[in-house]
T-cell receptor
Framework: DQQVKQNSPSLSVQEGRISILNCDYT??????FLWYKKYPAEGPTFLIS?????DKNEDGRFTVFLNKSAKHLSLHIVPSQPGDSAVYFC??????????FGTGTRLQVFP | DTAVSQTPKYLVTQMGNDKSIKCEQN?????MYWYKQDSKKFLKIMFS???????INETVPNRFSPKSPDKAHLNLHINSLELGDSAVYFC???????????FGPGTRLTVL
């Protein structure tokens, strides 16, 4: 029973273009959502988060959008850079201390 | 000045052995976690501790025993290792005022 799903295992984008990573969740009790970036042989690094009282949060090149009615969030990276190539995990939390992670999307940004 | 550190980074051992993984954070956080990332890359919480007290135990076999000597350390001891324990184990910590967790670099455990 996977409560957080990232249906695209991989995404390839040209440098300078927009990368859009998607995430769906099933548990309506989730009220906080996060995106993590992970390079090989390293731990996940926190990127950006959003509370369920908002529908958008922006930090530099990264913007997270939340559509509560669709139980869907997305991460937009613009412009994409080669250094953005990594695995991106979305995660959600509710009224417990647990983070529930998706299975990740591997982003490759090519020149 | 590493925020969350784990040792060792790699651990190869035989089935049936007992091993420990250590985790330390210098962020002053009260809450620490252990996660397991399996072969399918699924990252799943195992335990969380708040100020040395166990908060979450996600139906992990009791061969796994976390120990928190102080709030900056959360070690993971595994008894009678099995092949299925092969995975990457991540330690993480969180402060009180926000939900973001900060992860260590991971320990890749291989059980032969």
């Amino acid at each position: 029973d996977q409560q957080v799903k990232q249906n695209s295992p991989s995404l390839s984008v040209q440098e300078g273009r927009i990368s859009i990573l998607n995430c769906d969740y099933t548990n309506s009790m989730f009220d906080y959502f996060l995106w993590y970036k992970k390079y090989p042989a390293e731990g996940p690094t926190f990127l950006i988060s959003i509370s369920s009282i908002k529908d958008k949060n922006e930090d530099g090149r990264f913007t997270v959008f939340l559509n509560k009615s669709a139980k869907h969030l997305s991460l937009h990276i613009v412009p994409s850079q080669p250094g953005d190539s990594a695995v991106y995990f979305c995660a959600a939390s509710g009224n417990t201390d647990k983070l529930i992670f998706g299975t990740g999307t591997r982003l490759q940004v090519f020149p | 000045d590493t925020a969350v550190s784990q040792t060792p980074k790699y651990l190869v051992t035989q089935m049936g052995n007992d091993k420990s993984i250590k985790c330390e954070q210098n962020l002053g956080h009260d809450t620490m976690y252990w996660y397991k990332q399996d072969s399918k890359k699924f990252l799943k919480i195992m335990f969380s501790y708040n100020n040395k007290e166990l908060i979450i135990n996600e139906t992990v076999p009791n061969r796994f025993s976390p120990k928190s000597p102080d709030k900056a350390h959360l070690n993971l001891h595994i008894n009678s290792l099995e092949l299925g324990d092969s995975a990457v184990y991540f330690c993480a910590s969180r402060g009180d005022t926000y939900n973001e967790q900060f992860f260590g670099p991971g320990t890749r455990l291989t059980v032969l």
